[in-house]
């Protein structure tokens, strides 16, 4: 009775609100999607009735976490991917594979049960958890394609050790897996599919490294304090989506491009899109090298450095962003145009268009501007960044239940 007493007046609130509106046509619109997000999102009802995360203007939330059944219909996911990594279909087309094992214990030979036996299989697979565990691998989780890690239903952390390792393989999905102290790892051997297992040097210790891969979706993930970044894409990846996330603690957060002087990083397409950057981070929010970006609809919290950067010429996109910058005087910028002297990055093409600049800060755009120029990195219609805090609220690993609302 409690619950359907406050579903209704919270409709009736936004109701009220709706009404208010459409009867005074001089509101400024911004203010009025302010209003709304600022209504919703102190609203109990909306946290404790799991169906109302419909609705929030979040193409891929309410794309899946309107099905109350979403458990029995898991791979229904892999259709709600957006931007460069839409086409990345995971293990959509295999068998569900249950994790039931912790354990990590021999890299060569995986034990059937464990989420290393799981990824190296040559078959697609949608690979869930049975219960709660916390997988603290020996070595680095070599990913085989067509593969989906699915954290919904359990709290799932990769933490301790090595982590997530996506290499010259293609249609990864990582969803709902909390990835945190990842280590470095190698010098060791490791089995990469059912057939072959080689010498691994030293990993950096990123929390998800994507070398040579394509057609990657990283969504509603939480990621912290990781040996080097959270999230890096290089040597030749591209088709990559990275959204939903939550990501605090840490300094260089996400690489995307080897160097200056690779040059196969020119097609590299990356969006980002809908993840919370927030408290204690420094810096590569990304830092982007060659290829094309699309920065839309993300909240930037913290940074004490700066927030996006880049070098060796590449295209970024943003839009629809929230940038609130730091106290320190010294930090408002949100970009940092490096390695390069200001007659050359003067040309470098990087946009702002429709972001919310907050407490001081500015982006320094630069290139041409010209829409037409942008056409290899856009991916997705941004949202009024006023609505970031309505699509972003729920980033990061979300407590899905089943047998309830997600």
Partial sequence: MTTSLSLFFFLFSLLTLTTLISSSPL???ELVAQEVDRKINSSMARRNLGYLSCGTGNPIDDCWRCDPNWESNRQRLADCAIGFGKNAVGGRDGKIYVVTDSGDDDPVTPKPGTLRYAVIQDEPLWIIFARDMVIKLKEELIMNSFKTIDGRGASVHI?????????????VIVHGINIHDCKQGGNAMVRDSPQHYGWRTISDGDGVSIFGGSHIWVDHCSLSNCNDGLIDA???STAITISNNYMTHHD???????SDTYTQDKNMQVTIAFNHFGEGLVQRMPRCRHGYFHVVNNDYTHWEMYAIGGSANPTINSQGNRFVAPDDRFSKEVTKHEDAPENEWKGWNWRSEGDLLVNGAFFTASGAGASSIYARASSLSARPSSLVGSITTAAGALSCRKGSPC
């Fill in 234 to 236: 290089i040597h030749g």
């Fill in 159 to 171: 933490a301790g050790g090595p982590c997530i390792t996506i290499q010259y393989v293609t249609n």
């Fill in 27 to 29: 509101q400024d619109p």
């Fill in 252 to 258: 260089k957060v996400m690489l995307l491009g080897h």
